[in-house]
């Protein structure tokens, strides 16, 4: 399926709102320097969380600027709309855009349904741009206790090393 090779599904686990914040930092760090494009979908504001992380972390002054220009609020479904309509226009801006969606499990499924969709409706925008989606989708453990169940559905997983591909034969071997 060629949506396939536009977007990619990421999946993240976090312990705590704090620690959400805290390991998300080196991906936005290397993705802001790389000129990508980051939104943001939460179920709930990390603003404060995320500005507990910056007046700690030693970062330059224009990179904390950028990263407080991201959307850290809560999320309704006007924020949605607005973010594919944002999301359009980085098509035509960017060639690489990270979406973070952050939330209990219901909330991530909804938001994954939507990105889908629209994805569909955007594919040849999407081909003849030759952008690339990165959906990052952060799960709390304190829902989801035995992560194997979330990392399963996954092709990649986002750690504070990075993007890493998730490797099913050493899953099954480990088992």
Same mark, same amino acid.
Not at 17 to 22: E, K, Q, V, Y
Not at 52 to 67: F, Y
Not at 93 to 103: T, V, W
Not at 137 to 155: L, M, Q
């Given at each position: 399926m060629k949506d396939k090779m536009l977007l990619? !599904? &990421?999946?993240?686990?976090?312990?705590?709102?704090?620690?959400?914040?805290?390991? =998300?930092?080196?991906?936005?760090? $290397?993705?802001?320097?790389?000129?990508?494009?980051?939104?943001t979908i939460l179920e709930k504001?990390?603003?404060?969380?995320?500005? !507990? &992380?910056?007046?700690?972390?030693?970062?330059?002054?224009?990179?904390?600027?950028? =990263?407080?220009?991201?959307?850290? $609020?809560?999320t309704n479904i006007n924020k949605i709309r607005k973010s594919f309509n944002l999301l359009e226009e980085d098509i035509e801006?960017? !060639?690489?855009?990270?979406?973070?969606?952050?939330?209990r499990n219901i909330f991530i499924d909804k938001v994954n349904q939507a990105i889908d969709l629209w994805v569909k409706n955007n594919i040849d925008k999407l081909e003849i741009a030759g952008a690339q989606i990165n959906v990052i989708?952060?799960?709390?453990?304190?829902?989801?206790?035995?992560?194997?169940?979330?990392?399963?559905?996954?092709?990649y997983i986002l750690r504070t090393t990075g993007i890493e591909e998730i490797l099913k034969e050493e899953l099954l071997k480990a088992n």
């Open positions: 990619k !599904k &990421i999946c993240s686990i976090y312990a705590s709102d704090l620690h959400f914040a805290t390991m =998300i930092f080196p991906f936005i760090n $290397k993705e802001l320097e790389i000129g990508a494009t980051i939104r504001d990390e603003q404060e969380n995320i500005e !507990k &992380i910056l007046k700690n972390i030693g970062l330059n002054s224009a990179l904390k600027k950028e =990263i407080r220009n991201i959307d850290w $609020k809560h801006n960017n !060639k690489k855009m990270d979406l973070i969606i952050c939330g989708n952060c799960f709390s453990f304190e829902e989801n206790k035995n992560s194997e169940n979330i990392s399963n559905s996954y092709e």
